[in-house]
């Protein structure tokens, strides 16, 4: 099986200027010409007042100045807030029904032996009551249901809580989203301020030759920038 083969890298050179002195030429090895100057933008950092800085950042930064006026950084997915909670409403009162009315019937203990005696030795007081019976009776229901309105208060509350993380959450994110791009926009104008670019060529290997790159590019060659430029 036969592997497949990468693109061949171009050879470009950027004359530059910094800070008004002489004329700097540099040399690089890219895909096309937006690497080329990425690449360029990159060895130019070291000119820059912040150096040390993220990835991210650094992404952002290279991204923004080969491609002016293009979005360098995506904005970024807000927290959805819960969906809101019906307000609360008492249940109606249940009218009790005369045609069917349940008596309850009281059911005597039998008369107790005042001769019986324990298995202690004791007697058994005729007007003792028997606690199992009554401690059943009276025993509260083990499965009690809450509440609505506590239910309801409750829910309200978790609802309030989770919003308010939501919202802690997506302002931290839109913080650093134009913290990030504010910065990058500095260090960009500030790179354009020290650094101009003279000449910007891409060489011609089959007709050894340099050929030369408009710059800065235009809309139409910055959407087309990122297949490698034929030569000729």
């Known amino acids: 099986m036969s592997r497949k083969r990468e693109p061949d890298l171009i050879q470009f050179r950027i004359e530059y200027v910094l800070d008004d002195d002489l004329p700097v030429e540099k040399f690089f090895m890219a895909l096309n010409e937006k690497d080329a100057i990425k690449t360029f933008a990159h060895s130019c950092q070291k000119f820059l007042s912040q150096q040390r800085v993220s990835e991210e950042a650094t992404d952002c930064f290279l991204n923004a100045f080969a491609n002016p006026g293009q979005p360098f950084l995506?904005?970024?997915a807000m927290i959805p807030v819960p969906e809101?909670?019906?307000?609360y409403e008492p249940p109606e009162e249940e009218e009790p029904n005369e045609t069917q009315e349940i008596q309850e019937e009281t059911v005597e203990p039998p008369p107790a032996d005042p001769f019986m005696q324990q298995e202690d030795g004791e007697e058994t007081s005729p007007f003792a009551q028997s606690t199992e019976s009554d401690n059943f009776l009276g025993a509260p229901s083990r499965e009690q249901k809450e509440d609505p309105a506590i239910e309801h208060a409750r829910k309200k509350a978790e609802r309030d809580m989770k919003?308010?993380?939501?919202?802690?959450e997506n302002e931290r994110r839109r913080t650093e989203y134009e913290q990030l791009s504010s910065w990058v926009l500095q260090q960009v104008d500030e790179l354009n301020e020290r650094v101009s670019i003279i000449h910007f060529e891409q060489h011609n290997r089959w007709a050894?030759?340099?050929?030369?790159?408009?710059?800065?590019f235009t809309k139409e060659e910055t959407a087309t920038s990122d297949t490698p430029r034929e030569e000729s």
């Open 74 to 76: 995506d904005e970024p």
């Open 163 to 168: 919003i308010q993380e939501a919202n802690q």
């Open 84 to 87: 809101e909670i019906a307000e």
């Open 208 to 216: 050894d030759k340099w050929d030369p790159i408009s710059y800065p």
